[in-house]
Structures are given as structure tokens and as C-alpha cells.
């Protein structure tokens, strides 16, 4: 699976983002799929992450109510939607894949494309 983040920036604190991923190669909706991100300096951290058929979805505690994942399977297309931003939230966010959504939130994913640069000023 080849995968692609995009639709980062520079976001005022308290703004919105939405994050698109754009994968490609083997069957999209054989995955569960996932963000995560890697703020400047620090290790990559779990956000979200949302099985094959979109019905289930798994975020980081600290997010939850302010970011939601979903996944569109006809276009092999994962997104994440960012409300009330905060400048912590600053990080190259990144997609991810695999079989099985433990690996995800443990950052052991067999699949990981570019990320994209979100910036949260304050």
C-alpha cells in the first residue's frame, strides 16, 4: 500500500484542518488505517486509527472530541478532521496501515507514507 498525506498548514490556535490520505497498491479496504503524528524533535505518536469498513474508530485520549478520523473505501481515501487546533497539535501528521489496529496504536504499522506539515500558531 502506497500512501500519501496532504492538506496540512498553518492554522491559527482554535482553527480547523482536514487531512486527506490518498492510498494506493494493494486493497484499501483490506486495512484498518491510521494517523499519526511526530512533533519536531519527539517520537511518532498514535492519533487515530478506524477499521476496514469505517464503523469502528480508536483515538488517542487526549484527542478525543476535538479530532475524527474517517475513511472513504470507494475512493481509497482516509481523512482526519482537526477542530479547536492547539499549538501541541503542531507535528508532520502521517497515514498509516495495517492488518491489525494494535500494531497502529503501537506504532508497529506495516505501512506509512510522506506526511504533511500541520502548524498551530498561538
Known amino acids: 500500500v502506497q500512501l500519501q498525506a496532504s492538506g496540512g498548514g498553518l492554522v491559527q490556535a482554535g482553527g480547523s484542518l482536514r487531512l486527506s490520505c490518498a492510498a494506493s497498491?494493494?486493497?484499501?479496504?483490506?486495512?484498518?488505517m491510521g494517523w499519526v503524528r511526530q512533533p519536531h524533535g519527539k517520537e511518532r505518536e498514535f492519533v487515530a486509527a478506524?477499521?476496514?469498513?469505517?464503523?469502528?474508530?480508536y483515538y488517542a485520549d487526549s484527542l478525543k472530541g476535538r479530532f475524527t478520523i474517517s475513511r472513504d473505501n470507494a475512493k481509497n481515501s482516509l481523512y482526519l478532521q482537526m477542530n479547536s487546533l492547539k499549538p501541541e497539535d503542531t507535528a508532520v501528521y502521517y497515514c498509516?496501515?495495517?492488518?491489525?489496529?494494535?500494531?497502529?496504536?503501537?506504532?508497529?504499522?506495516?505501512?506509512w507514507g510522506h506526511g504533511t506539515q500541520v502548524t498551530v500558531s498561538s
Open positions: 478506524i477499521s476496514w469498513n469505517g464503523r469502528n474508530t
Open positions: 497498491g494493494r486493497t484499501f479496504s483490506s486495512y484498518y
Open positions: 498509516a496501515a495495517d492488518t491489525s489496529v494494535l500494531n497502529i496504536c503501537e506504532g508497529r504499522y506495516e505501512y
